[in-house]
C-alpha cells in the first residue's frame, strides 16, 4: 500500500490550502481514510477522517468548521480542505489508511493506522 500527500505549503493566516492524498495497493473504497499531523516537539495528532463510505466523518475539536474532509473513491484520492488556517495549524500533516471496525475512539489513534504516507508541510505564518 502507497500513500501519497501533497498539496502542502506555506500561507498566512486566515487563508487557505487542500491537501491530497493519493492510494494505490489496495482496494481504496473498502478502507477508512485519515489525516493526522505533528508538530516539532509534539506527539502525532489526530486531524480528521473519513469512513470507506464516507457515511462517517471525524474531526479535531480545533479544527472543527474549519477543515473538511472528502474522498473519490473513483481516484482513490481523500482531500483535506483546510479553511482560515491559524498558525498552530503548523505541522507535517500524514495521511493513513486502515480498514475494518470505524468508532470515535478508534479512528482517532494513529496506532491503529497500518498504513502512512510521507507528510506534507504546512506552515501558516501570523
Known amino acids: 500500500v502507497q500513500l501519497q500527500a501533497s498539496g ?3 500561507v498566512q493566516s486566515g487563508g487557505s490550502l487542500t491537501l491530497s ?5 489496495h ?5 477508512g481514510m485519515a489525516w493526522f499531523r505533528q ?13 470507506w463510505s464516507s457515511g462517517a466523518t471525524y474531526y479535531q475539536d480545533s479544527v472543527k468548521g ?11 484520492t481523500v482531500f483535506l480542505q483546510m479553511n482560515r ?22 479512528v482517532k489513534n494513529y ?8 507528510g506534507t508541510q504546512v506552515t501558516v505564518s501570523s
Open 111 to 118: 496506532k491503529n493506522y497500518p498504513y502512512w504516507g510521507q
Open 85 to 106: 488556517l491559524k498558525p498552530e495549524d503548523t505541522a507535517v500533516y500524514y495521511c493513513a489508511s486502515r480498514s475494518g471496525t470505524y468508532t470515535d475512539a478508534i
Open 27 to 31: 482496494t481504496f473504497r473498502s478502507y
Open 66 to 76: 474549519r477543515f473538511a474532509i472528502s474522498r473519490d473513491n473513483a481516484n482513490n
Open 21 to 25: 492524498c493519493a492510494a494505490s495497493g
Open 8 to 10: 502542502g505549503g506555506s
Open 39 to 51: 508538530a516539532p516537539g509534539k506527539e502525532r495528532e489526530f486531524v480528521s477522517s473519513i469512513s
